[in-house]
């Protein structure tokens, strides 16, 4: 036994001795990292004792000779708080400051120390480039990779960390940040994004003080609905659409997140982004590889207009799914009928969306479900075979159907979900999300299923593959999401013998796997990502989706606020917009606000008097002369609602020679004769000239605007033009056309 304990600690103190020598090596000449894109630049360094701090945030040096003697610039050195501006910072040691991972060995030690081991930067392909930093633990065979994809062009870095150990058994992972980033820039300002169902997406600009703002979602599905991992950081002053330095941010992750601000005794920021570690302490098997969701953002020194065309930019090519593609106008019946349809109702539906000049019919919730069948909200969810009384001749009749009057046809599905009535709770309780032991809790009459598990997973996928294989011709998906995670609990795991905490992130994880497998088999079929309105948008998903909902709020000077607020992380062609009744406006407001991303309708067109329905006719084809503008070209934010009585945002081609503009009036509160100075435009070609034209014109109206009269881009883009929005001119839509 003695013997035995010897050469246990012989080889342990060997180990622990060699890593020793290798770092003494290693610190002998400092390490200095860059991390670059064409505007700014993020220098990581090693010190004497080899750990891996930040040393540098800000615009590109330019002699590399001089990042070595940046740190020589600071004396911030407050040994009481550990390192502040270490890379991935450690718990359990010598550091007191917040971490960015905390773990707890397979014998149950919780310290942890990271050191510099070695870096590799491999490029991808002509604008992007990969760096991965390899750390070590000097005691545990504890390794940690620091990850930092850089797409140079678009100003994007992508970043991410890999945990890995080969301890004889499980490690515990009790937190595991994506990215711990560290700024001294002089006074730093958060806009972060609040919300509640129907008022999503709202902006809160705050100014960060000492301690840490923390920002976060613990409801498991539609992570982001009451706060999103969406933010802008701005240095030195308040965010500006043109001015400034700006980081535009976003932790890619459809589960709970967490985000935290720290202000330091330095004045300096520290900010950690990763999962939440709520409830989620992760057993890490041995030699498996724990990757981090990744931290998004785009680098401005030029305010948050460039940082979000950069983004779009990159979104477009790099990350949404058929980001450079086209997407299908729609009917949606939704509104028209709620649950209260059959198959008679709906087919007459297709006359309406062929009449209107959309491309597709969307047949929403309310479709299936026999024993249980899908009345109203509680019941059906789970049993996705067609209601025989609403369908007596399936979905496959009515894709024949609509296909006869010359439109496509679209499902809507929720299924990670399931009522409490319906024959597959009946069947497998156990593939439900429930604490065996309390009363059930529902949201919206409805639970989770338990993606972790992977007959559950077949299922789901099965839902979609089987709508499929019944039906090749179906050409889009509707998939909702509305219920969050209540009483946690995995029959599954608990089975498996695997900890309860893994649950919130195996979810996740499961369903990932899923929407693989669905986009291996049909990787074109245009899918809307949808959350009972915007609990879901991110990066991670749009890998999957064409385009999500960002809320169910259809009010059109509410949808005008909503737009302007995801606009700052998303591309146009991602965002569903559709008209309906909500709201007082007419219709010709309704539909240029729905304009500005990918149109949809959700009305009943057969009860437009003639003139409506004459207007909505040529605003479609309208729309389909200036859509691939809105979808792939550059958007300037010309006039901020939040500020102002109008609202203007642009759109400019690549080619600089055709451009939109709309206009909108967003406070009624006292008269407005007409608005008082000119919107200045942006984007243009300053030495080509122009003409500006109104367009979506109301039967029997003129415009205010000489669609004659020639412009420079320089003069538009310095004194502007006048859309003459007034009480009864609340949308104006102008269409800027090169003068050759």
């Known amino acids: 036994m003695k013997e035995k304990l010897n050469s246990n600690f012989n080889k342990k103190y060997m180990f622990t001795l060699c890593f020793v020598l290798s770092v ?19 220098l990581l360094q090693t010190d004497a004792s080899n750990t891996l701090k930040t040393i540098y945030f800000g615009k590109p040096l330019e002699n590399e000779s001089e990042y070595p003697g940046v740190l020589d610039a600071y004396n911030f050195n407050d040994s009481n708080a550990g390192v502040y501006n270490g890379a991935y910072t450690p718990a359990g040691t010598w550091n007191l400051s917040e971490p960015a991972i905390q773990v707890k060995h397979a014998d149950g030690n919780p310290s942890l120390e990271l050191k510099y081991i070695s870096h590799k930067k491999e490029r991808v392909d002509n604008n992007a480039t990969l760096t ?137 920021l520290r900010l950690i ?47 949404l799914l058929d980001g450079q593609g086209e997407r299908l106008t729609l009917l949606n019946n939704w509104e028209a009928t709620y649950f209260d349809f059959d198959e008679d109702k709906i087919s007459a539906l297709f006359k309406d969306a062929k009449d209107l000049g959309v491309d597709m019919f969307l047949l929403d919730d309310g479709w299936f479900g026999n024993k249980h069948p899908r009345n109203n909200d509680d019941a059906g969810l789970g049993d996705w075979q067609e209601n025989v009384k609403k369908l007596p ?22 299924p990670e979900m399931v009522n409490p009535r319906s024959e597959l709770y009946e069947k497998h309780q156990d593939w439900v999300i429930r604490q065996p032991q309390r009363p059930e809790v529902y949201y919206r009459n ?41 009483n946690a609990y995995s029959a599954y795991l608990n089975k498996k013998g695997i900890p309860q905490s893994n649950l ?42 064409t385009e999500f909902w960002p809320s169910d709020d259809t009010e059109p000077v509410e949808r005008i606020f909503l737009q302007w607020d995801y606009s700052y992380f998303f591309p146009a062609i991602a965002t569903d917009n559709h008209v309906t009744d909500w709201g007082k ?23 437009l008097n003639e003139k409506d329905k004459t207007f909505c006719k040529e605003a479609i084809a309208n729309y389909n002369s200036f859509k691939d503008i809105v979808w792939h070209g550059d958007l300037y934010r010309l006039v901020n609602p939040h500020e102002n009585d109008i609202s203007a945002v642009m759109y400019v081609n690549p080619e600089k020679s055709k451009s939109v503009v709309f206009n909108y009036l967003v406070n009624n509160r006292y008269k407005l004769t007409a608005t008082q100075r000119p919107v200045v435009l942006d984007g243009l070609n300053p030495k080509k000239k122009y003409t500006v034209k109104e367009i979506n014109l109301y039967p029997g109206t003129t415009s205010t605007i000489a669609s004659d009269k020639v412009y420079t881009g320089d003069f538009l883009m310095k004194v502007g033009i006048n859309p003459n929005v007034t009480l009864q001119r609340t949308s104006v839509i102008l269409e800027i056309n090169e003068v050759k």
């Open 273 to 319: 982004a990763g999962i939440n570690p709520f409830a989620s302490e992760y057993s890490l098997q041995p030699n498996e590889v724990f990757k981090t969701p990744a931290l998004l953002y785009a680098l401005s020194n030029n305010g948050t207009g460039e940082a979000s065309r950069n983004l779009h930019d990159w979104a477009r090519k790099y990350r």
């Open 446 to 486: 409805q639970m989770v299923l338990d993606l972790s598990n992977p007959e559950v997973q077949d299922f789901v996928f099965g839902i979609v593959d089987n709508l499929f294989v019944k039906n090749p011709e179906l050409a889009f998906i509707k998939w909702d999401c509305n219920a969050v995670i209540y």
């Open 132 to 268: 991965r930093i390899l750390l070590k633990d000097p005691v545990y065979p504890f390794e940690v990779t620091l990850c930092y994809k850089v797409w140079a062009k678009e100003n994007i870095i992508e970043q991410w960390t890999e945990i890995k150990h080969s301890e004889k058994k499980a490690v515990l992972l009790q937190k595991f940040a994506s990215a711990n980033l560290y700024f001294t820039n002089k006074d730093f300002y958060l806009t972060s994004f609040q919300g509640e169902y129907l008022k999503e997406m709202q902006p809160v600009e705050s100014k960060l003080l000492q301690g840490i703002r923390t920002i976060d979602s613990k409801m498991g599905t539609r992570a982001m609905l009451l706060q999103t991992p969406n933010f802008i950081l701005s240095f030195g002053k308040p965010a500006s659409e043109n001015q400034g330095t700006v980081m535009m941010g976003q932790l890619a992750w459809s589960g709970n997140f967490k985000m935290d601000y720290e202000i330091d005794s330095y004045k300096n």
């Open 24 to 42: 003494i090596n290693l610190s002998a000449q400092k390490v200095t990292i860059p991390i670059a894109t064409d505007s700014n630049l993020i």
């Open 585 to 607: 406006q007419p219709i010709k407001f309704r539909i240029d606000v729905a304009s500005m991303g990918k149109l949809g309708f959700d009305i009943v067109a057969s009860h």
């Open 504 to 545: 919130y992130i195996d979810y996740v994880k499961g369903l990932y796997k899923v929407l693989e497998r669905i986009r291996a088999k049909y990787p074109k079929v245009p899918m809307m990502l949808c959350s009972g309105g915007g609990g879901r948008a991110d990066y991670e998903f749009l890998k999957y989706f």
């Open 393 to 414: 001749h399936g979905l496959g009749h009515l894709v024949k159907e609509a296909k006869k009057e010359g439109v496509k046809f679209g499902i809507w599905i929720e």
